[in-house]
């Protein structure tokens, strides 16, 4: 798609939701983000592209992530503000709005290993978000440093379920699990499996290490040896990694990166009540 079927389609999302476009804020992939004013506040317009002659999984995942937003009314899960709304004839394209967040994403702030008081603040409002999630029988899948949000207040918010699947309906991806190479959980390349809370917590575990050591657990750069090391290997203590850590707060990382999933906090809940047991 060219700059300018972007320009035309960002044009009429912003007229379908009646919002005044202010700026850019992220474009990649099949997703754009606009900046717009809606009624007298500001807002963020995502819009995702839908390919000539794809399937409706994109378009239903898209509509399933605005209802998410809409149903999931949380403090650390970010707020949908409308509907989504295809776009042309066929379809090009979904869009709906959310509200809109400063601060910086998660991706943006790792790179040096963090004090543990700031990973805890980042994996409770996490786990936090992750419960309202479970308890309503979603699970996120796509939980990376993408996908969270540290405002300027400090606290953090889950975004981005567009991957999500409720399991209380059938499956939209086929045999491929979605997710962001470096954050997966075992659960997405083993042939057959199928991601659970478990699996979120697998992730949360991958951003606990991350903001406390700097790298990630399992490097992605050789896709078949990360695949194979996903599968097969255990992650060592974060111990081996932070020895400043005290063992309660080792414990909660370490059980979060176990490669057998009944070996994990069973869920959100779970791990946000680990965190507050410290």
Not at 73 to 86: F, M, Q, W
Not at 210 to 227: C, K, M, N, Q
Request: net charge negative.
């Amino acid at each position: 798609m060219t700059a300018a079927d972007d320009h035309s389609l960002i044009i009429e999302a912003a007229a379908t939701h009646a919002a005044t476009l202010r700026e850019e804020l992220r474009a990649g992939g099949q997703k754009l983000v606009m900046l717009v004013d809606y009624r007298g506040t500001p807002a963020a317009l995502k819009i995702v592209r839908v390919d000539p002659g794809a399937t409706d999984d994109a378009l239903k995942r898209a509509h399933r992530e605005a209802q998410l937003l809409a149903d999931l009314t949380h403090p650390h899960i970010v707020r949908g503000l409308t509907p989504a709304v295809e776009l042309g004839e066929p379809t090009r394209a979904i869009c709906w709005l959310e509200e809109f967040l400063d601060g910086d994403d998660l991706r943006d702030l790792t790179g040096a290993p963090w004090a543990w008081d700031e990973t805890f603040r980042m994996a409770h409002d996490v786990a936090d978000a992750l419960d309202a999630m479970h308890s309503r029988s979603v699970v996120h899948r796509d939980l990376s440093t993408g996908n969270v949000r540290r405002l300027t207040t400090g606290e953090y918010k889950l975004l981005d379920p567009g991957f999500a699947r409720h399991l209380n309906l059938s499956g939209l991806t086929g045999l491929h699990q979605p997710g962001t190479p470096g954050f997966l959980s075992p659960e997405h390349v083993q042939l057959g499996a199928v991601p659970t809370y478990a699996s979120d917590v697998f992730s949360l575990g991958v951003l606990m290490w991350l903001t406390l050591t700097g790298a990630l657990p399992v490097a992605p750069a050789d896709p078949v040896a990360y695949v194979r090391a996903l599968a097969t290997v255990q992650i060592p203590s974060i111990a081996t990694s932070r020895p400043d850590l005290d063992v309660g707060s080792v414990a909660v990382v370490d059980r979060c990166l176990q490669r057998q999933a009944a070996r994990r906090f069973f869920d959100g809940r779970e791990v946000r009540a680990a965190l507050d047991a410290l």
